[in-house]
């Protein structure tokens, strides 16, 4: 299976709401096959469509996290339906290399959404997974990590970040 180029937040396309998913069909299928390829690839632990240049409302995570073994799931349309208690935690992004900071997110919470057959699916995440579903849902809206930084800090960050694309192109 090709591995999919992963864009950064220098594209648009981040910045853009995904699109709602109408059909599964053949490509969707393939698409989500690829995202979980490049998501492990790339040693990440959630993939949005459009941190691979499809505008789609649906993401890759993997659910398996807490017990050390690989359980990627598609959620398609998500929602979140449920959270509480918000808590400071260190955060990065596939498409923001190696810059890290701490955001502020809910300890719990509960999505929805639904699977490439189209049957509803729920989850009740905790800690570092509840922590990733938020991410890919802000990916969703065409938000990222940062936008949740202070003016300030995220300026600093993203001077850290030119720099590191200076270096990776170099
Ligand atoms: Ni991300």
Partial sequence: MPLLKIVNCTDSILRKKCLKVENIDET???LTDN???????????????NQVG?????????????KEKR?????INPVITASEELVMAEE????????FAEINRFQHVEIKGYDLKGD?????????????????????????????LSKVKRSI??????????????
């Fill in 28 to 30: 969707l299928v393939k």
């Fill in 35 to 49: 995202m979980i390829e490049t998501m492990y690839a790339a040693s990440g632990l959630g993939l949005a469509a």
């Fill in 54 to 66: 499809v505008s789609s409302n649906l993401f890759v995570i993997d659910v398996g996290i807490e």
């Fill in 71 to 75: 359980d990627p799931v598609i959620i």
């Fill in 92 to 99: 990065g992004c596939l498409s923001i290399p190696e810059v």
């Fill in 120 to 148: 509803a699916l729920r989850y009740e995440a905790e800690g570092f997974l509840a922590r990733a579903f938020q991410h890919e849902m802000d990916h969703l809206k065409g938000i990222l990590f940062w936008d949740n």
């Fill in 157 to 170: 960050m993203q001077r850290k970040f030119k720099k590191k694309l200076k270096e990776l192109v170099a």
